[in-house]
């Protein structure tokens, strides 16, 4: 478990430096690949953490328990394989997604997840000709029952700007192409109203089950700077 903890400190100090990323393409680096670049540290400011965390537990300030069960929280109820099933599920079951555009935190709710971070969400539909694209303007307001914990990227200033001035650009830095005849809609995030893009089901994938479709959902794609494909994304956690 103290493996665990330190993970998860690390990825939470991460985030928490978001605001000092100088730009989106040193941010980003190369396709889902750079993911793992997000979660490099210096060595010193992991030190800090360890240290920090034994110095409040030793000090009564944090209960031990109860940081498990944060971590147990964020590993497996929070995260980014939640928001896949709930695009899965809107694949195969028409009804379902039908109610998830209407009231997305009921159906969502229905799945069994439901936070203060998730209480007011709008879920947007990604067809033919609409491509949806997530930014938080302002901060980095997410959607953390279905998606987790948000990258670094997306707290940048960098994306935070160019999703809005130029989304087509900031698409192709990710290495998503979309089509001139194809409309991009920037939803703009805010503490009160937080969005989630539903990908359109790749073709191809009408035999496969709920459980394997779900494995094709990458975070990146519910942000809307992937799109879902027949190829098992890595490192969307």
């Known amino acids: 478990m103290d493996g665990t903890r330190r993970?998860?400190?690390?990825?939470?100090?991460?985030?928490?430096?978001?605001?000092?990323?100088?730009?989106?393409?040193?941010?980003?680096?190369?396709?889902?690949?750079s993911d793992h670049a997000h979660q490099a540290i210096p060595s010193d400011l992991t030190l800090r953490v360890k240290s920090l965390e034994s110095l409040l537990v030793e000090k009564g300030l944090v209960d031990r328990a109860a940081l498990d069960a944060v971590i147990d929280t964020m590993e497996h109820k929070v995260g980014p394989r939640n928001g896949a099933r709930v695009v899965a599920r809107a694949w195969i079951d028409s009804a379902y997604k039908k109610r998830l555009l209407?009231?997305?935190?009921?159906?969502?709710?229905?799945?069994?997840?439901?936070?203060?971070?998730?209480?007011?969400?709008?879920?947007?539909?990604?067809?033919?000709?609409?491509?949806?694209?997530?930014?938080?303007?302002?901060?980095?307001?997410?959607?953390?029952?279905?998606?987790?914990?948000?990258?670094?990227?997306?707290?940048?200033?960098?994306?935070?700007?160019?999703?809005?001035?130029?989304?087509?650009?900031?698409?192709?830095?990710?290495?998503?192409?979309?089509?001139?005849?194809?409309?991009?809609r920037v939803w703009d995030s805010t503490a009160e109203l937080r969005y989630l893009v539903l990908p359109e089901r790749p073709a191809g994938t009408e035999q496969m089950t709920e459980e394997e479709l779900a494995a094709l959902v990458s975070r990146d794609a519910?942000?809307?700077v992937a799109k879902v494909t027949l190829t098992k994304p890595g490192g969307n956690g």
């Not at 400190?9 to 000092?20: E, H």
């Not at 959607?143 to 700007?161: D, F, I, N, T």
């Open 102 to 184: 209407e009231n997305a935190p009921a159906a969502i709710a229905e799945l069994g997840y439901t936070s203060g971070q998730g209480e007011h969400m709008v879920v947007v539909e990604n067809t033919p000709k609409i491509h949806n694209l997530i930014v938080c303007t302002l901060c980095s307001c997410y959607p953390w029952p279905v998606l987790g914990l948000p990258p670094v990227w997306y707290k940048s200033a960098p994306y935070r700007s160019r999703a809005v001035i130029d989304p087509r650009g900031i698409l192709q830095e990710f290495g998503t192409q979309i089509a001139e005849d194809v409309e991009v």
């Open 222 to 224: 519910m942000v809307g």
């Open 7 to 33: 993970s998860f400190l690390k990825a939470a100090v991460t985030a928490a430096g978001a605001a000092a990323t100088p730009g989106l393409a040193q941010a980003r680096g190369n396709g889902q690949a």
